[in-house]
């Protein structure tokens, strides 16, 4: 009797997707909280907003992509974003309005959009359903929208244990 181990696996030409690959890494990301920049965290006074945007440290944002929101209850005039974006596009590498979660799920949206798709005609594709990190809904949805019309067949979960989602008949 032979002991020879067989990856059954790694033989049935499975390509494996992991979505958490197409996250932006952590240290490339920053938030902007406009309500720092408010009188009592809540008005916007605007003599007070510049001043206190002239003398902040922008060099923290450098090279870095800037979720700019507000996380008070406070109204804020379409002027302020314009100024903070001022500021911001010189250094940044990408300013977007809106928390980090937003930021996160538009890059990593718009990292899937990007994937060349004829890369997997064809493919048996596994899209990874477990992680460390949290994968929006949104981003399987975007992955399936764009294998479905090349690759073979697409499933859910891991190698050893999938969910079916397509076949090609």
């Known amino acids: ?66 979720a700019v929101f507000c996380s008070a209850d406070a109204i804020i005039p379409a002027w302020a974003y314009m100024l903070v974006a001022t500021y911001l596009e010189p250094i940044a590498a990408l300013v977007f309005l809106g928390d980090p979660v937003a930021l996160r799920k538009q890059l990593l949206l718009e990292a899937i959009a990007a994937l060349p798709a004829a890369e997997y005609a064809d493919k048996r594709v596994v899209v990874k359903g477990c992680g460390d990190a949290e994968v929006p809904p949104d981003a399987y949805l975007a992955i399936t929208l764009k294998l479905r019309p090349v690759a073979k067949s ?16």
């Open 1 to 66: 009797m032979s002991d020879v181990i067989v990856n059954k696996v790694a033989e049935s030409g499975l390509v494996s997707l992991d979505l958490q690959d197409f996250l932006p890494a952590e240290g490339d990301l920053a938030v902007l909280d406009l309500k720092d920049f408010l009188f009592m965290g809540l008005i916007l006074k605007e003599k007070d907003f510049r001043t206190a945007l002239q003398s902040y440290d922008w060099t923290t944002f450098t090279g870095r992509k800037v």
């Open 154 to 169: 697409i499933m859910y979960g891991e190698p050893c244990s999938t969910v079916p989602v397509f076949k090609r008949k």
